[in-house]
């Protein structure tokens, strides 16, 4: 059902065939290109069936609190680059940042519970721990870009302007 294109700006368009007659083209946004949300997608991936061998009673439970936090970490990181200023980024790459850290807290909890075996988790860990390297480094590059745009500080003393005096064109002896 979907196809990606080639479009004339090079940008990657993906195509939608609801039928032979329609093509829908869209655009990519800066977000899909983050390796960061990319890998993210992936996470979420392997959350959702992960849990899905999780006991049915856990449905509203861990299930939902680990998916929930999963979905999370991608829209976060989505959401964050729809956003004006950098140090406005980087907040909602903290909020990814701490999903992904709580992701890892559920997982331990699932193994602790008898959940997941230790390869799983494993597994997630790794996958977990190279997300939290992603976005720390997504976060660390919005920073170092939040400080360099900024205004200088106001309360940083500045020499007072030394007042000009012209001197006479003319000087008298």
């Not at 976005?135 to 007042?163: F, M």
Request: charged share 25%; net charge positive.
């Amino acid at each position: 059902m979907f196809r990606r294109l080639e479009s004339n700006n090079n940008q990657r368009v993906t195509s939608i065939h609801p039928s032979p007659l329609k093509t829908i083209h869209m655009k990519t946004y800066s977000f899909e290109k983050l390796d960061c949300w990319q890998h993210a997608r992936k996470l979420a991936v392997w959350i959702y069936r992960t849990t899905k061998k999780f006991p049915s009673d856990e449905r509203f439970g861990m299930v939902s609190q680990m998916r929930r936090a999963a979905v999370s970490v991608a829209s976060n990181i989505a959401e964050g680059t729809s956003r004006k200023t950098a140090k406005d980024q980087s907040h909602f790459s903290v909020i990814a940042y701490s999903s992904t850290i709580e992701l890892l807290n559920d997982l331990i909890l699932s193994v602790d519970l008898g959940f997941i075996a230790e390869k799983e988790y494993m597994t997630g860990r790794e996958i977990i721990e190279k997300q939290t390297l992603l976005i720390a480094g997504l976060r660390n590059a919005q920073q170092s870009i939040a400080v360099s745009d900024s205004p200088k500080r106001r309360y940083c003393k500045t020499p007072t302007p030394k007042l000009f005096t012209p001197k006479p064109l003319n000087p008298k002896p």
